[in-house]
T-cell receptor, first 114, second 114 residues
């Protein structure tokens, strides 16, 4: 069975600082990986996804993530955080073939200080 | 193009009451999903429908029923609400099939069971 771990429940950064949110997955084959963002009171929006190919993936809002098979990780990064990035971030892992049922991590809450 | 819509946005129920949460998508997606979100628990799958005419249980189906009314609509019913069902409920849809497609989420329904 696939699983996702987001080790950090909360992350606090200053506006303008760099950001890295961690995601580790467990899956026996090549995973399909996603990062979603949830602004307060809103639904989830896709930031980026990795299916195959280049392991460094660019997403919306200046985010990127790197797939590292050897570490079973898919960490999300942003070089300079804006106050509007304060939100809940979810990592998800899917599998190839059959019905598509992704597994979500428990989320990391990002707090941005001015 | 409204994407995924959910009604109602908020609901307060008394223990034992019933209600149906409505979800519709206008993207001609085959697959639809119902999740609940609780603090610190991430998103947990309640039920999903891989295609019109099929439904399957997810991780936490007890106390819920679903109906895939047609390709557009997927409803979630609470027959006898319990305080443990206080949560935020999200509907999502995806193209479906064997390719790993992005899920598109509705804005959520906030349910309080007293």
């Amino acid at each position: 069975a696939q699983s996702v771990t987001q080790p950090d429940i909360h992350i606090t950064v200053s506006e303008g600082a760099s950001l890295e949110l961690r995601c580790n997955y467990s899956y026996g084959a090549t995973p399909y990986l996603f990062w979603y963002v949830q602004s307060p009171g809103q639904g989830l929006q896709l930031l980026l996804k990795y299916f195959s190919g280049d392991t460094l993936v660019q997403g919306i809002k200046g985010f990127e993530a790197e797939f590292k098979r050897s570490q079973s990780s898919f960490n999300l990064r942003k070089p300079s955080v804006h106050w509007s990035d304060a939100a809940e971030y979810f990592c998800a892992v899917g599998r190839s073939g059959g019905s598509y049922i992704p597994t979500f991590g428990r989320g990391t809450s990002l707090i941005v200080h001015p | 193009n409204a994407g995924v819509t959910q009604t109602p946005k908020f609901q307060v129920l008394k223990t034992g009451q019933s209600m149906t949460l409505q979800c519709a998508q206008d993207m001609n997606h085959n697959s639809m999903y119902w999740y609940r979100q609780d603090p610190g628990m991430g998103l947990r799958l309640i039920y999903y429908s891989a295609s019109e005419g099929t439904t399957d249980k997810g991780e936490v189906p007890n106390g819920y029923n679903v109906s895939r009314l047609n390709k557009r609509e997927f409803s979630l019913r609470l027959e006898s609400a319990a305080p443990s069902q206080t949560s935020v409920y999200f509907c999502a849809s995806s193209v479906g099939g064997e390719t790993q497609e992005t899920q598109y989420f509705g804005p959520g329904t906030r349910l309080l069971v007293l």
